[in-house]
């Protein structure tokens, strides 16, 4: 098993490619999602996806696996109002919604990955599934 991201409008690999186009087909699908930051760590036993997801309650994170790939989704909703005298000096709203998704194959199950949400980090733990390789055989001609 490989793990590997899925395409992102925040893929800097394939920005280069699409320079000239002053809009993605993908982010324009995506609608107003944002691509929360992650790093990926390649342990001995297991995989470890670190993301930043501020301002995020566990409540609004939701993590699904289907098809051999994980995603990671999330909303925040964050309203800053400043009042005097009954008068709004200051009001702020910052709504969003995250999303990352990254194919792990297809030999790991839910029950196999492991997560925790603290401070606004998510962490998950994807066991390493012992991909078999095919073995290279000489074939006679007769």
Not at 41 to 51: S, V
Not at 56 to 69: I, R, T
Not at 110 to 138: C, Y
Request: charged share 30%.
């Amino acid at each position: 098993m490989a793990l590997i991201p899925r395409s992102s409008f925040f893929d800097i690999d394939s920005f280069f490619d699409d320079f000239y186009t002053p809009m993605r087909k993908e982010s324009a699908a995506l609608g107003n999602f944002f691509a929360p930051r992650v790093d990926i760590h390649d342990n001995q036993d297991h995989y470890q996806i670190t993301a930043e997801l501020p301002g995020v309650a566990k409540e609004d994170l939701h993590l699904s696996l289907e098809d051999g790939v994980l995603t990671i989704e999330a909303e925040t909703r964050q309203e800053d109002k400043e009042e005097k005298a009954g008068k709004i000096i200051r009001q702020e709203r910052r709504y969003g919604k995250y999303t990352r998704s990254f194919s792990i194959g297809p030999g790991v199950g839910e029950s196999d990955i492991d997560a925790a949400f603290e401070n606004g980090v998510l962490t998950v733990k994807v066991p390493k599934v012992n991909a078999e390789v095919p073995q290279r055989r000489r074939i006679d001609v007769k």
